[in-house]
């Protein structure tokens, strides 16, 4: 089964706008990622945020964890049409040998 | 290094056909990931390894489906009987190391495989 599932499903926005999506999972974790995939590529990884770590930026990316509702989101800033893809957490769990599982995805449409 | 590499990057075959799908994952990565995305059920984990070793394969959906990894340098995923429920983008992905330090996941550009 999915560890982790995603909302909003879909995210349409203007350039300039924020973006913000959001992931909930289910056990406890070593740390959740982030990661975007480009429409007929591979995932590539955005950020990653340690069990211990409520926040985290990278450049225009902002992640934040909360380990005690088990929910995760990241924040786009100053959205451009470039980051227009499917945005995926993904957990890896405690105790579970390094496993990642993916979300659903959320797909982020940012219009010129 | 040129990251994860798979072929082949299209497949088209029938339904009956065996299909091998191939990974070799960045060198010095000690884990091997095979994922499966589809629309209907998104990124689904088939199996994983490490060392070469395969470590959890609850994910891999039905017997016709097998995958090794001979050596640190190459994997297999391999479909025997295929049928058109199985076609999908497969995707390989490689890390250094489990932890909370090193399991950024590098993903190679897919397999689609189609099967009529």
């Known amino acids: 089964s999915q560890q982790g599932e995603e909302d909003p499903q879909a995210l349409s926005i203007q350039e300039g706008e924020n973006a913000t999506m959001n992931c909930s999972y289910k056990?406890?974790?070593?740390?959740l990622q982030w990661y975007r995939q480009n429409s007929g590529r591979g995932l590539v990884h955005l950020i990653l945020?340690?069990?211990?770590?409520r926040e985290k930026h990278s450049g225009r990316l902002r992640v934040t964890l909360d380990t005690s509702k088990k929910s995760s989101s990241l924040l786009i800033t100053a959205s451009r049409a470039a980051d227009t893809a499917s945005y995926f957490c993904?957990?890896?769990?405690?105790?579970?040998?390094?496993?990642?599982?993916f979300g659903q995805g959320t797909e982020l449409s940012v219009k010129p | 290094d040129a990251g994860v590499i798979q072929s082949p990057r299209h497949e088209v075959t029938e339904m009956g056909q065996e299909v091998t799908l191939r990974c070799k994952p960045i060198?010095?990565?000690?884990?091997l990931f095979w994922y499966r995305q589809t629309m209907m059920r998104g990124l689904e984990l088939l199996i994983y390894?490490?060392?070469?070793?395969?470590?959890?394969d609850s994910g891999m959906p039905e017997d016709r489906f097998s995958a090794k990894m001979p050596n640190a340098s190459f994997s297999t995923l391999k479909i025997q009987p295929s049928e058109p429920r199985d076609s999908a983008v497969y995707f390989c992905?490689?890390?250094?190391?489990?932890?909370?330090?090193?399991?950024?996941?590098?993903f190679g550009q897919g397999t689609r495989l189609t099967v009529v």
């Open positions: 992905a490689s890390n250094p190391g489990s932890g909370a330090l090193n399991t950024e996941a590098f």
């Open positions: 060198s010095g990565h000690d884990y």
């Open positions: 945020i340690r069990s211990n770590e």
């Open positions: 993904a957990t890896d769990a405690l105790n579970q040998g390094g496993k990642l599982i």
């Open positions: 390894f490490n060392n070469n070793v395969p470590i959890d």
């Open positions: 056990t406890s974790i070593n740390n």
